[in-house]
């Protein structure tokens, strides 16, 4: 594992528990106690955790996000991670699928690899169905409000209608993915249309990047169990008992 992809993954792994010691990280990243020290004190220099005596905290600021950043700024983040997720998250579609593609920067990309005709899609994404039907695939757009940051449409008929339909399988985005926690989003109109979708899929994926894990906005639309997970790298043992989840990379491709 590289030192980056090691260091990451013990961020997500100390904010999902937010107080560690030096002995646990040793045994979940099978790891030597120097390395692991030394770890902890290049991310305690970088103010992504807090080192103590004996481990490290998680920052009180990253506890729980309510910072939505744009659409711009989101699908400048993990440009590489975000396509390869996509890209497998695409081959899942059958001909038979009647699919609901939730707003999102990596829904968003998923799009241009989707090559089944007919199958039927249904999103509540704007710029996504504009995409959709730029692909000549059978498109449907729920209406309700358009929240202007996301560029989604959310609100009470949304959920209306979104009721009426059985989707075979949906796919969604996140803010943050927390065991306990779950699936969250700062938004709670967002996260009620989110909740709606996945409770009439039979399969619902979520589409996140590793920097996605251990991170908490205010509302969560899902628990960890009630989605499949489709993302760049292991977030470690304690979600992987939890899920199903699928790890892809550009070396996949």
């Known amino acids: 594992m590289l030192t980056k992809e090691r260091r990451d993954l013990i961020v997500a792994y100390i904010n999902e528990k937010n107080a560690v010691t030096v002995a646990e990280l040793m045994t979940e990243f099978d790891a030597s106690a120097a390395t692991i020290r030394r770890d902890l004190s290049a991310l305690h220099d970088e103010k992504r955790i807090i080192k103590v005596f004996g481990g490290a905290t998680s920052l009180t600021s990253s506890d729980v996000n309510t910072f939505e ?18 890209k497998y998250a695409a081959t899942l579609i059958n001909d038979d699928d009647f699919v609901y593609i939730d707003s999102g920067t990596t829904t968003l990309e ?29 498109t449907m757009i729920i209406g309700g409000r358009c929240k202007q940051s996301t560029e989604a449409i959310i609100g009470p008929d949304c959920i209306e209608g979104i009721s009426k339909y059985h989707f075979s399988k949906a796919f969604m985005g996140t803010n943050g993915i927390s065991i306990n926690a779950g699936y969250t989003t700062p938004d709670v109109d967002e996260a009620l249309v989110k909740a709606e979708a996945i409770k009439h899929t039979y399969i619902s994926y979520v589409l996140a990047d590793h920097s996605k894990f251990g991170l908490i906005s205010s509302v969560t639309f899902a628990d960890i169990s009630a989605c499949c997970i489709i993302t760049d790298r292991s977030p470690g043992k304690n979600y992987t008992a939890k899920t199903v989840i699928k790890i892809v990379n550009s070396q996949n491709d």
């Open 110 to 138: 998923m799009i241009k690899y989707i090559t089944n005709t007919k199958a039927k899609y249904i999103t509540n994404g704007i710029v996504h169905a504009k995409r959709l039907l730029e692909h000549g695939l059978n």
């Open 69 to 86: 950043p744009s659409v711009s700024l989101k699908a400048s983040m993990h440009v590489d991670e975000k396509d390869a997720i996509s």
